[in-house]
């Protein structure tokens, strides 16, 4: 029987208790509704991420969106947000449909890839829309500038610098601090090993803290205050952009550019409420929830309303596609290009045999009516 250390932590001081891990198995079970949960919940949020990401993909590839810096930025969003829904498939398959992974393969080194993972996807696709709100500010506020400014070259170099220290700011996650806890505990499957108490602590107390800044309150705060400056902006240069427009009307290519522009400011906007309506309510809950030192006896609670919220937060990195369909015409017209091009590639090749089966029987006829 395997042996496990659990440190209870409380305000004052720190105790040690041992359990084995059967025990921890028959103590800690995911209730019902937490069951229920990552079943339907996850599966509902995988057949509405894969497609509409894969459609993202398809459509920000386009020429006209992919010479945008914006374009591109919204490409590595949906990469990201993949990849964040492939890790999701473990945490549905262990937590939903019971499958043990413990005994079957090496679960601290599924513990650690899994975990990293999903923590760098979050990151990353908090803060890549940042970089989105940036781009867009900076058209805003320097509109004469912003073609030198930004470029697909430049919101890809930001886009490789945010993930360097994403990175690094999870790297130890893939340490052997970093692995098994209780398998098969939604809320506590993975995470840090009793090798080091100091570790232990910090991931508790401290590490929590930083996951709550970097993948919510910082973005959310750095991108509501880009947007009213936005707004202010656009209402102080009302008149300066009426006649601008009025200007624009007799140039065809600034017409088509400041459209664009618009469009894609109502992608950004869309995507930024749905990031803040998903992503708040959980790490309000984080701050909100109470540190005790006992908190097996509330357990229970706190995980099914955890397990709730971290699904609503996975409907972010789900429904993008769907939303900019609805808030934007043009990039519903873009989506509907894409997929009459690919149509016309795949029908092409059969038009050609075709015209050229029906070019050799009529030689056929030929030769035999001359003959």
């Not at 975990?115 to 760098?120: G, Y």
């Not at 601090?177 to 108490?197: D, E, K, N, R």
């Not at 229970?300 to 996975?314: D, G, M, N």
Request: proline share 4%; hydrophobic share 50%; glycine share 2%.
């Amino acid at each position: 029987m395997s042996m496990t250390t659990t440190p209870i932590i409380s305000n004052r001081n720190t105790t040690t208790t041992t359990f084995s891990q059967e025990q921890l198995l028959l103590f800690f079970q995911d209730p019902i509704a937490v069951i229920r949960i990552y079943q339907i919940g996850y599966l509902f949020t995988f057949l509405l991420g894969f497609p509409g990401n894969i459609a993202s993909l398809f459509t920000f590839s386009q020429p006209t969106l992919r010479k945008v810096s914006t374009g591109c930025l919204f490409i590595t969003l949906a990469i990201s947000d993949i990849l964040y829904l492939f890790m999701c498939i473990f945490d549905f398959l262990e937590f939903g449909l019971k499958i043990r992974f413990y005994s079957h393969v090496a679960y601290d080194e599924l513990c650690r890839f899994r975990s990293f993972i999903m923590n760098v996807t979050q990151v990353s696709s908090a803060w890549i829309l940042v970089i989105v709100s940036i781009d867009r500010w900076i058209r805003t506020r320097f509109p004469f500038k912003s073609n030198l400014i930004c470029t697909p070259k430049k919101a890809l170099i930001a886009v490789g610098v945010l993930l360097v220290i994403d990175i690094v700011l999870h790297v130890h996650m893939l340490t052997p601090m970093f692995g098994t806890l209780i398998p098969g505990f939604s809320i506590a499957a993975c995470g840090p090993t009793i090798t080091s108490i100091s570790y232990f602590l910090f991931y508790f107390l401290n590490w929590s803290i930083v996951q709550i800044l970097t993948t919510c309150l910082i973005p959310v705060a750095i991108m509501l205050t880009i947007l009213i400056d936005i707004f202010i902006i656009v209402r102080a240069r009302k008149q300066a952009v009426i006649q601008l427009v009025q200007f624009a009307c007799n140039n065809r290519n600034i017409k088509q550019q400041n459209t664009l522009q618009k469009h894609i400011f109502i992608l950004m906007f869309a995507s930024i409420c749905i990031f803040l309506i998903t992503s708040l309510p959980l790490a309000i809950y984080k701050i909100l929830s109470p540190r005790q030192a006992f908190v097996s006896f509330n357990v229970f609670q706190i995980i099914s309303i955890w397990a709730y919220l971290k699904w609503f937060q996975s409907l972010f990195y789900a429904v993008s596609f769907y939303i900019h369909c609805l808030s934007s015409t043009f990039f519903r017209k873009e989506f509907k290009a894409k997929i009459k091009r690919i149509f016309n590639i795949r029908q092409t090749p059969v038009t050609v045999m075709q015209y050229a089966t029906t070019l050799q029987h009529i030689r056929l006829h030929e030769t035999r009516t001359k003959y």
